[in-house]
């Protein structure tokens, strides 16, 4: 009998064990779930005014400079074909993109979260918002590494395409968890692609994985020396 109890212990104790990941992993996803789910509503300072750029695009900024400058990126952004699709398939998404300003989106210039569920990858979607540092001159904040194997331009508008196409695969569905940034930069390097024609100079792409040399990179995996400094190097 006592031999039995011991044998029971141990069953259990091996069955707890055994439960202990599915638990974290279940707690793990339902915080990261309710506070993404937070993290939707931009912080009341981001609210000063509101536009609709589109009916499912609603930007929130802090001054009227700023929602001009914003509204214009996004006009250059829809002169490509592939800008203009992008933009069509966030707005038809059924869901809602707020963009808003933030200080604190300097270093990673940009960055685009939504809860954190199964409709990311199941073809439903999700509402989606893009924290985006909108003091950022035109050529950039942020540089990134380049196919030549020299860092590139980051500009404000390839920035936030960039950003636009994380939003747009969180939107409809179709993100691919374990390939995210493989997924932006790829259509990033098409918008590259596309926007050369509008400029005189060689298209400049983007690299997807990238030697990081002795450039700081942040985590969003972009070099954070200023390009006007590394214009001078
Ligand atoms: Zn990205």
């Known amino acids: 009998m006592f031999k039995h109890n ?34 939707i509503e931009p912080p009341h300072n981001a609210k000063k005014e509101s536009y609709f750029y589109a009916p499912n695009i609603l930007i929130h900024v802090d001054n009227f400079g700023q929602a001009i400058k914003l509204f214009k990126w996004l006009d250059l952004i829809k002169l490509t074909n ?31 979260g939504a809860p954190l569920s199964s409709n990311l990858t199941n073809g439903k979607g ?18 990134v590494m380049g196919k030549s194997g020299k860092y590139i331009k980051f500009s404000a508008i390839e920035n936030l395409f960039h950003e636009l196409v994380h939003a747009k695969h969180k939107m409809n569905g179709t993100w691919l968890y374990f390939d995210s940034e493989g997924q932006a930069i790829r259509e990033e390097n098409k918008f590259r692609k ?29 070099c954070v020396t200023r390009f006007s400094q590394l214009e001078n190097n």
Not at 94 to 111: E, F, M, P, R, T
Not at 126 to 143: D, P, Q, R, T
């Open 82 to 112: 592939i800008g203009h699709q992008t933009l069509q398939s966030i707005d038809s998404s059924g869901h809602q993109l707020v963009i808003y300003h933030s200080d604190s989106a300097l270093l990673s210039a940009g960055v685009t």
């Open 194 to 222: 596309e926007w050369s024609i509008y400029r005189s100079t060689e298209v400049a792409l983007r690299s997807e994985y990238g030697d990081r040399g002795d450039v700081k990179f942040n985590r969003n995996n972009r």
């Open 126 to 143: 999700e509402s989606v918002y893009i924290k985006f540092y909108l003091n950022m001159e035109f050529a950039g904040s942020n540089c």
């Open 6 to 39: 011991i044998l029971l212990i141990v069953a259990k104790r091996n069955c707890l064990l055994t439960l202990l990941p599915l638990v974290l992993t279940f707690f793990s996803l339902f915080s990261s779930y309710s506070l993404a789910n937070r993290a």
